[in-house]
């Protein structure tokens, strides 16, 4: 889906006029027309106001150009509901928000989620724990976090 797709869905789906929409961010009807017909694009700091004011990430404000990784665990971001925020509720499209709450990591050590890991991930082929941490830890060691 194309940006100027997902603001006018935005618009709509918030019942809103280009008018009530533009009030809402502080800008003209007529910058909100543009956007719709695809004749211009937000800024990044309007794309930022557009984030925060209707809860959509900026990835998705751009039609999800990139597949999203948690860079703690590695999880799969799908959708808006799994990307952490940042004590002001912004988006913080690089963690998921079970690796990143309120402006902190829940887990400190690379050893903490590796034991979370072990615990929880299923096992099916009953592989040994130690070759199962290790397989973990290779994955882990190339996201950002733990570079």
């Known amino acids: 889906m194309k940006t100027q797709d997902i603001l006018k869905n935005i618009r709509e ?3 809103l006029t280009q008018e009530q929409f533009a009030e809402r961010i502080n ?4 910058a ?4 719709e017909t695809g004749e211009t694009q937000p800024n990044t700091e309007m794309l930022k106001v557009l984030s925060k004011e209707f809860n959509v990430s900026i990835n998705t ?12 665990c590695g999880m799969p ?8 925020r940042e004590i002001d509720g912004t988006f913080n499209e690089d963690y998921c928000k079970w690796c990143y709450t309120d402006g902190k990591f829940v887990y400190t ?26 397989m973990f830890d290779s994955h882990l060691s190339q996201l950002k976090h733990w570079k």
């Open 27 to 30: 800008v003209t009807r007529q």
């Open 32 to 35: 909100v027309s543009r956007w």
């Open 61 to 72: 404000l751009l039609g999800a150009p990139r597949q999203l990784f948690c860079q703690c």
């Open 77 to 84: 971001l799908g959708d808006d509901a799994m990307i952490s």
């Open 109 to 134: 050590t690379k050893d903490s989620l590796l034991d979370f890991l072990i615990s929880h991930m299923p096992n099916p082929e009953n592989t040994p724990d130690a070759e199962r941490r290790k």
């Open 13 to 15: 789906k918030n019942n």
